[in-house]
């Protein structure tokens, strides 16, 4: 009997792939590099089982997993494969794409019901760090033996040790779609300590995740987005994640793809571990503030996040013409608005949300409109009226602001303007990001374009961040 022929799917900064071989070739499986340009449809077809690796795929450009998930023909070759019994397993940035196309989904399979969101390493109430995190974790088997794919060789309880080693990991949703996971048993593995012990607080849970929550399956079993590592060595030996969740897929395709059987044993024994079912990521509270200052920062450096973006939307049908974005700052002050001018010179000054060598700021100030920024010599500069740039007749320009709601990262500038460079009237930033679409047609028609896309969710996860039509300078 030929060992069964799992695919690999490989994107663009897909690094993960080597370890993930190895780790299938090793519980008896063979593992087939498919390249998402080089015929991975048929591949995918031809395989018994499916695994998106590690990585950081098109640079996590937009959202991590974003654009790979966008990938239609590819993602319906996935979706036809656990449509008809055969394993999927989406680790860590291939959590993040399987994620984002829907592959795994709570009550509705049309609907984005999950976010993972910026880490949050958070205790007693206070966020500890956020972004990237790297570091050895456990996660506990949850549901009973031969629940799901991919825990047929182990009990529940079962703890296993493994690697994360993301900045996007935090799993968020509604309270009503986790009580809907937790009730079908689609919630697989929870971060634990090494005990087995489930606590909210960091270390945990190592990137705030709802519930704990390191891997879900979809009603099913047979489809599962993780970010843990499973596939990591252990000091050169063989990993429990190697050794009981990529053996229990293996032995999941040795019977034939079918859990039915077992499941008609186990059918009501619910994850039954208390822990508040709380939405732990808070959304920004607006500070006390007397005026606001916004800064539209472009790149004076080549735009690669908005040329993916843009491309990415071309590939689906939408006829842009152009396509960039700036980074947009929200600075909250306390103070008198006729120094509205000079503080925003001093923000600029400071370098520490714009890098005059390689951003053009555009700041609205109050009583003053639009002002740009006219640089004097290295990191120096003065604000001076803005003379805005027209779109040629017949061209439509309809811009669109995405922010995450917990603004981890305006959180931690409006710190350091107050902490750090004692620029005390700073107090509140946020941050986010203006996509700015160019469509050579009517302005209702670019509308339409543009509904079409907010529709879709291609520029922000409703879960875990706002999307709204902005005015044009």
Known sequence: MKPHKIALLLFPGTNRYIEMYEAVKYVGMSPMLVHWNDNAVQKILSSVGVIIPGGFTYRDRGRAGLVASRNKQIMDAIREKIKHGNPFLGVCNGAQIGLEAKLVTAKNPDKLEMALARNERIKDGKILGTGFYDTWVHVKSVQPLGWHAFNLIMPKGKVLQEIVAHGEGNFQMELDTLG???KHNQVAFRYCDKDGNIKPDYPGNPNGSMYNIAAVT???????????HPENLDHGKPSDGMLNLIASMKK??????????LRGDLEGLHDQDTVELSNRMQAYKLPEHDYILEFYVTWLTTDNEGFSIGTMLNDLGYPIED???Q???KIYVKGDQRDAKQLAERIINSSEIIMTTKHDPVVCVPRESYLSWKKTGRGEGYLEEHTPERLP???REVQILTMEKQNLVGRSKQFNFSERLGIKEVVGVEFGKLWKPVFKMSFGDALEQVRHIE??????N???MTEERYDAI
């Not at 979809?218 to 843990?228: L, R, V």
């Not at 999941?252 to 059987?261: M, V």
């Not at 529709?455 to 922000?460: A, Q, T, V």
């Open 455 to 460: 529709k879709h969710n291609h520029l922000s």
């Open 327 to 329: 980074d947009y700052w």
């Open 462 to 464: 409703p879960v875990s």
């Open 218 to 228: 979809n009603k099913e079993g047979n489809a599962m987005i993780m970010m843990p």
């Open 252 to 261: 999941y395709i040795d019977l034939g793809c079918d859990l039915s059987a």
């Open 180 to 182: 809907h996971l937790v």
């Open 393 to 395: 007749p017949g061209y």
């Open 323 to 325: 396509f960039s974005r």
